[in-house]
């Protein structure tokens, strides 16, 4: 595991090395999901779908809904259920 120390600016921001970038392939624009557990954060990059694959995971989606016998109005329904099932 790679260890640098980072500075963090008056803005917040922090700049990751470049050996760092290359070896994960982060470019200008790339986005990155940042988590923290207690004194811990931890960065992630993470890729945007491009158009292509939203449309085929979609596609895959109402597909399946169709296989279940799910209509348009089954949608709402299945929303509130699961956010019943899931209050916390």
Not at 18 to 25: D, N, Y
Not at 39 to 64: C, G, N, R, T
């Amino acid at each position: 595991m790679a260890v640098e120390v980072l500075s963090v600016s008056s803005k917040g921001q922090v700049v990751l090395p470049m050996e760092m970038r290359k070896k994960m392939s982060i470019e200008n624009g790339s986005k990155l999901a940042a988590y923290s557990i207690g004194d811990m954060i931890m960065l992630k990059p993470i890729s945007v779908p491009s158009e292509q694959d939203f449309k085929e995971s979609l596609d895959k989606a109402v597909s399946w809904a169709k296989e279940v016998g799910y209509e348009q109005e089954d949608v709402n329904d299945i929303i509130k259920s699961y956010r019943k099932a899931n209050k916390t």
